[in-house]
């Protein structure tokens, strides 16, 4: 009966390389979204999709891409991997406005 | 720009000794304050919404207050596990997205 999952749990990669990371919710959510959470456990938006409109943080590098092929599903790309993209990805939807997270993706770049 | 800020970084109990945590923020337009309880290699877990200054929420041994200025997380008698990180965040404006702070890392000693 799991709300938010979340595919690979763990994920390590050279740079360069580009890899995906899925997202389903079975909560009947309309609204999903990615978290980037870094090492000092601060967590940060990257996107926001709901009902095909998307929002995207300013600050979020163009090598990463939001796809989303319905609306329990959104699945993150990111081209080009830097050391630096390494952190846990949390994707997450919501009804209202309280989110509910998934398990998390432990993104490790060499 | 919406900053929350999170004190103590750490916070280690005794079991049964009753403490708070602090969240400040400053923002524009508060719409709800959202506390999350994270434990290690997992996602966040929600807690409470606390949305106009005066409210109040409990939780077993846990207790969320709300003021235009800040929220205090009350832990009353603490037990082992109760440790994990607090994450509070804030809800602003029109955009569905929370900014959250670093988090209160608290560990609860047998």
């Known amino acids: 009966d799991t709300a938010v999952s979340q595919t690979p749990k763990y994920l390590v990669t050279q740079m360069g390389n580009d890899k995906s990371i899925k997202c389903e919710q079975n909560l009947g959510h309309d609204t999903m979204y990615w978290y980037k959470q870094d090492s000092k456990k601060f967590l940060k938006i990257m996107f926001s999709y709901n009902n095909k409109e998307l929002i995207i943080n300013e600050t979020v590098p163009n090598r990463f891409s939001p796809k989303s092929p319905d609306k329990a599903h959104l699945n993150l790309h990111i081209n080009s991997l830097e050391l630096g993209d390494s952190a846990v990805y949390f994707c997450a939807s919501s009804q209202e406005d309280r989110p509910d997270f998934g398990p998390g993706t432990r993104l490790l770049v060499l | ?110």
Request: charged fraction near 25%; hydrophobic fraction near 30%; glycine fraction near 8%.
């Open chain 2, 1 to 110: 720009e919406d900053q929350v800020t999170q004190s103590p970084e750490a916070l280690r109990l005794q079991e049964g000794e009753s403490s708070s945590l602090n969240c400040s923020y400053t923002v524009s337009g508060l719409r709800g304050l959202f506390w999350y309880r994270q434990d290690p290699g997992k996602g966040p877990e929600f807690l409470f919404t606390l949305y106009s200054a005066g409210e109040e929420k409990e939780k077993e041994r846990l207790k969320a207050t709300l003021t235009k200025k800040e929220s205090f997380l009350h832990i009353t008698a603490p037990k082992p596990e109760d440790s994990a990180t607090y994450l509070c965040a804030v809800l602003t404006g029109s955009a569905r997205q929370l900014t959250f702070g670093s988090g209160t890392q608290l560990t609860v000693l047998p």
